[in-house]
């Protein structure tokens, strides 16, 4: 029979390697990103060419549902490999945050964000309710998000950004704790060091690194300094 500290001291094991995953991913988008704005012919590469960037777009979009969709059929080594290729298309795509911004407010938009995600995901971790109800409502938030974000892309109205901008850091804020929770709720005990195991940590690593950057975006939308 396993004891409730032998639950506790696996559960944390597991997040060591969930958020080990998510730095991993993290410091491959960061310096991706900084290297392709640094790079002329990079950035004219992705940013230069509608069609290019529209397919890199398309690609994470199919990374991230085929890793999602097909994960358990993989091995970790080929889960490991499409989460890091993920991580480097999207240091592309969001190479032009280098471009916009200045360095000095992307850095403490990061730090901010890091704080603030540290904070909420504790919570997720360690609180007793149940944080369910509160998934739903975020998700509703996410998909209305999601269709004012795109109407946007044609209005291109001021005030439905801004909108967008507060709704969203109040949604990666709230899903933050929620996937947190339910990260934890997921994992199976007793599955220590198996397969299973580490592509559950994975699976949860790409789900906190997507709440991550994200949150890191809008908050910069608010924060951050135009070059």
Not at 6 to 13: D, P
Not at 205 to 215: H, K, P, S, W
Request: proline share 1%; charged share 15%.
């Amino acid at each position: 029979m396993i004891t409730e500290n032998e639950v506790q001291n696996e559960t944390q094991l597991f997040f060591v390697k969930v958020y080990g995953w998510m730095s991993v991913a993290l410091i491959v988008t960061g310096f991706i990103a900084f290297w392709t704005s640094a790079t002329p012919q990079l950035i004219d590469l992705v940013l230069g060419n509608n069609y290019i960037f529209a397919l890199l777009i398309l690609a994470e979009f199919i990374l991230v549902a085929f890793l999602a969709s097909w994960i358990m059929r993989m091995t970790p080594l080929t889960a490991g490999v499409v989460f890091i290729l993920y991580s480097i298309l999207n240091g592309l795509t969001i190479s032009v945050i280098f471009l916009v911004f200045t360095t000095d407010s992307i850095a403490s938009t990061f730090f901010i964000t890091a704080g603030t995600f540290a904070i909420m995901s504790l919570y997720g971790f360690f609180t007793k309710s149940d944080l369910s109800k509160l998934g739903n409502l975020l998700f509703m938030g996410l998909i209305g998000l999601i269709i004012a974000s795109a109407i946007n892309l044609i209005f291109r109205n001021e005030m439905l950004d801004w909108i967008t901008t507060f709704v969203g850091i109040l949604v990666f804020v709230g899903l933050t704790a929620y996937d947190t929770q339910k990260i934890k709720k997921l994992n199976i005990i007793g599955n220590e060091g198996t397969d299973e195991d580490k592509k559950e940590a994975i699976i949860g690593a790409l789900t906190l690194y997507l709440d991550f950057i994200n949150l890191f975006l809008k908050l910069l939308r608010l924060f951050g300094k135009r070059k």
